[in-house]
C-alpha cells in the first residue's frame, strides 16, 4: 500500500483452494459441507475465470451493447470481440461441479475474467437474452423471458446469429444457459414440483432431489470423484448425505444407494439405474450400486413404497452386500431361434410351486392367496445381457422383478445382480397386478 493511502473498510475474502487444506482429509470434510452456508451468508460472490485473452475487452463491450439493444435488431459483431466471446464462453467454468452450488447459493455474483468484472446478467446475454434479460420471475412485474423458460436454442428471441459465428459446442452453451437459470430466484415450480425420490421438493428455498440433481450434472466435472457427490449435498433436501473423504470413491458410492434405498423404502429408485451389466465404469462397485456418474434417467410417476424396513437389507458386516428377502420364481433358459438370430430367453413360472410355498406364509403379505396358473415371461429388449442360468426374483422392497446370477467368486446363495430392466411396461404391469400389490 502506497504511502499517504488509507483503508476505508476491512474486506473479507474466502478462498476455497486457499483457505481448506486439500490434504486433511478431516479439514476438508468439515470445511466442504458448511461450503453452501458460506456462500449463502456471502455478500458478494466473485467468479474468477482466469487471465484476460487478447481480446476480452472488446467482448465484454459487445456483450454491453447486447444488452443495451432491447429490440434485438443489432446482429453485427467484430472479429476480434468474436475471438474474445469464444474465449470467455469456452472456459471450463460453467461445467465445474462445485459451481453449481456456488450460483446457486450466491445472493449476488459477477464474473471476473482479468481486469474486466461482469454482472451475471451482462455475461449470459450472449446465450440467453430478451428485453428483461436478468430480471427474476414478477420482478419488478415483468415476466421471465420465453428463452429462459425454454432454453437457448427454442425462442426466436435467442441469439441463433452468434451462436453460429462463435462455433461453440452446443453443450458449452447450454450449460452456461442452465447454469445461469438456476439462481434461486428463477428456478421455476416445474423445476421444483418433482424430486427423484416421489417426495415433493422444499419449495422454501429450492432444494431438490439427490437423484435429480445428479442426473441435471451427468455432463459436469470434478478432479475428485467423490466430488460429483459432495458439490450437490448443499442444493438437495436431504441433510443426512455424510460428508467423509476418508471414503473412497466405491465406498462413497456404496453409502449413497444404501442411504437413498432405505430413505424411499424401495430398492427401485437404485437398481432401475445402470449398474455393473449396463455400464462400463471404471470404478470398482458392487453389481447394485450404480456408478452416479452416469445416471440414464429418472422416472417421473408416483413411486412403489414398501413397510418392509430396508435397513434389514445392509449388514455393517458385509459393507458392500445387498441382503435380499425375496422368492426364486424361476430360472432364465435359452430357446432356439431361427438362424442367425439370438435364442429367445424366457422363464416359466411354476405357480404351482409358488402358491404352495407361498400358502400360509406371513414372510410375502404381498403375495395374493390366489395366483393364475401357467405363465411365462419372455424377455425382450433389455440394456444387460440375459444368461441362461440367471435367477428371476420377486423381492421385498421391489415392485419389478429382479434378474440375479450365482457369483463364483463369492460364498453360497450370493449373486450378482443384472438388471430390473426385464419386460415391457404393459406387461410388466400384468403380471405384477396378478403377483404384487
Known amino acids: 500500500m502506497g504511502s499517504g493511502q488509507s483503508l476505508e473498510k476491512e474486506l473479507y475474502l474466502w478462498i476455497d483452494a486457499v483457505v481448506i487444506n486439500q490434504a486433511d482429509a478431516d479439514e476438508k470434510s468439515r470445511q466442504v459441507a458448511n461450503m453452501m452456508n458460506i456462500y449463502e451468508k456471502a455478500h458478494h460472490v466473485q467468479v474468477w475465470l482466469g487471465k484476460a ?22 446482429k453485427s459483431i467484430s472479429d476480434s470481440a468474436l475471438d474474445g466471446l469464444r474465449d470467455l464462453y469456452s472456459r471450463p467454468w460453467p461445467t465445474r461441479m462445485w459451481i453449481r452450488q456456488e450460483v446457486w447459493a450466491a445472493k449476488a455474483i459477477s464474473i471476473q475474467c482479468g481486469s474486466s468484472v461482469l454482472p451475471l446478467d451482462v455475461f449470459k446475454a450472449g446465450v440467453v437474452f430478451s428485453q428483461q434479460a436478468g430480471d427474476s420471475p414478477n420482478e419488478g412485474g415483468s415476466d421471465v423471458s420465453e428463452a429462459s423458460d425454454l432454453g437457448i436454442y427454442s425462442s426466436p428471441q435467442t441469439l441463433e446469429w452468434l451462436h453460429k459465428k462463435l462455433m461453440i459446442a452446443e453443450a458449452q452453451l447450454a450449460a452456461i444457459s442452465f447454469l445461469t437459470q438456476k439462481l434461486v430466484g428463477q428456478q421455476s415450480p416445474e423445476d421444483r414440483a418433482v424430486s427423484g425420490l416421489g417426495y415433493k421438493a422444499m419449495e422454501g428455498d429450492g432444494r431438490e432431489d439427490i437423484l435429480w440433481l445428479l442426473y441435471e450434472s451427468v455432463n459436469y466435472e470434478s478432479t475428485d470423484i467423490r466430488d460429483r ?23 462413497v458410492f456404496t453409502f449413497l444407494a444404501k442411504h437413498i434405498i432405505v430413505r424411499a423404502r424401495s430398492l427401485g429408485r437404485v ?3 445402470d449398474c455393473k451389466y449396463g455400464s462400463q465404469s471404471n470404478i470398482d462397485l458392487p453389481s ?14 408416483p413411486q412403489y413404497v414398501t413397510t418392509y424396513d430396508m435397513n434389514s437389507s445392509f449388514d455393517s458386516n458385509r459393507p458392500q452386500a445387498l441382503m435380499i428377502n425375496g422368492f426364486l420364481l424361476g430360472k432364465v433358459e435359452a430357446v432356439k431361434a431361427k438362424k442367425k438370430q439370438k435364442p429367445d430367453m424366457l422363464v416359466h413360472l411354476d405357480w404351482t410351486r409358488i402358491h404352495k410355498k407361498l400358502k400360509g406364509s406371513n414372510q410375502f403379505p404381498g403375495f395374493p392367496a390366489k ?14 445381457e440375459i444368461k441362461p442360468g440367471d435367477n428371476l426374483i420377486a423381492a421385498c422392497g421391489s415392485d419389478e422383478f429382479l434378474l440375479l446370477r450365482s457369483s463364483p467368486k463369492h460364498e453360497e446363495e450370493t449373486y450378482e445382480f443384472v438388471t430390473s430392466d426385464l419386460m415391457s411396461r404393459d406387461k410388466r404391469k400384468d403380471i405384477r397386478a396378478s403377483l404384487l400389490k
Open 53 to 74: 485473452a487478447t481480446h476480452t475487452d472488446e467482448a465484454v463491450q459487445f456483450l454491453y451493447r447486447l444488452m443495451a439493444d432491447t429490440d434485438g435488431k443489432d
Open 371 to 384: 395366483l393364475p396358473r401357467g405363465d411365462t415371461i419372455t424377455f425382450g429388449y433389455t440394456r444387460r
Open 288 to 301: 447394485w450400486v450404480p456408478d452416479w456418474r452416469t445416471l440414464s434417467f429418472i422416472r417421473y410417476e
Open 271 to 273: 437398481l432401475e439405474q
Open 229 to 251: 457427490i459432495y458439490a450437490l449435498i448443499g442444493m438437495c433436501d436431504d441433510p443426512n448425505i455424510e460428508i467423509d473423504y476418508h471414503k473412497t470413491p466405491a465406498e
